[in-house]
Antibody, heavy 123, light 107 residues
Framework: QVQLMQSGAEVKKPGSSVRVSCKAS????????ISWVRQAPGQGLEWVGG????????NNAQKFQGRVTITADESTSTVYMELSNLRSEDTAVYYC????????????????WGQGTTVAVSS | DFQMTQSPSTLSASVGDRVTITCRASQSISSWLAWYQQKPGKAPKLLIYKASSLESGVPSRFSGSGSGTEFTLTISSLQPDDFATYYCQQYNSYLLTFGGGTKVEIK
């Protein structure tokens, strides 16, 4: 049974960067994409970006353009999300989640989720 | 970008009620829509994908319908475990979008 295990909570200063990891166990990245979704305190879900590891292709929401970098290490089945130039509004729980692919397009919703990583940005 | 609008934002209902949540897309997304349930402090849980396909292990009281720009999630008989927040999400393109969420509260 596949699980996604995320790295631990982070406290960061404004203007700094954070890197969160998401390691898959029980399966490989074949035929799956990994997305990053965040949830600010008391707010809804917000898609940050994603990667298709077998192709190395990434996409991200317009609002994060230039600030987010998503990479994958297939040898360790780990995906990384780095968010730079942090501001207080980036304080949130960050989740990674798996999406099945078919014919290189998203087929299903996000069926497996990590446990979430809290990122707090404060001076 | 595709915008997703959910309604209502809050819904008060009783155990046994039939509940319907609506999600509208700003442009056609065919059937590339998923529904999630989220409880406080927990990761979301996939309920429905491809607009009407029930995820494995999800109770059959949950159903989804629609295509194009209008979608609904229906809970046929609300159970105590169903009080939660529900989100729709489109995946018509590689750029994904969530709806704003619908909180289902106890009446």
């Amino acid at each position: 049974q596949v699980q996604l295990m995320q790295s631990g909570a982070e406290v960061k200063k404004p203007g700094s960067s954070v890197r969160v990891s998401c390691k898959a166990s029980g399966d490989t990245f074949s035929n799956y994409a990994i997305s990053w979704v965040r949830q600010a305190p008391g707010q809804g879900l917000e898609w940050v970006g994603g990667i298709i590891p077998i192709f190395g292709t990434t996409n991200n929401a317009q609002k994060f353009q230039g600030r987010v970098t998503i990479t994958a290490d297939e040898s360790t089945s780990t995906v990384y999300m780095e968010l730079s130039n942090l501001r207080s509004e980036d304080t949130a729980v960050y989740y990674c989640a798996r999406i099945a692919l078919r014919d290189n397009y998203y087929y299903s919703g996000m069926d497996v989720w990590g446990q979430g990583t809290t990122v707090a940005v404060s001076s | 970008d595709f915008q997703m609008t959910q309604s209502p934002s809050t819904l008060s209902a009783s155990v046994g009620d039939r509940v319907t949540i609506t999600c509208r897309a700003s442009q056609s997304i065919s059937s590339w829509l998923a529904w999630y349930q989220q409880k406080p402090g927990k990761a979301p849980k996939l309920l429905i994908y491809k607009a009407s396909s029930l995820e494995s292990g999800v109770p059959s009281r949950f159903s989804g319908s629609g295509s194009g720009t209008e979608f609904t999630l229906t809970i046929s008989s609300l159970q105590p475990d169903d009080f939660a927040t529900y989100y729709c999400q489109q995946y018509n393109s590689y750029l994904l979008t969530f709806g704003g969420g619908t909180k289902v509260e106890i009446k």
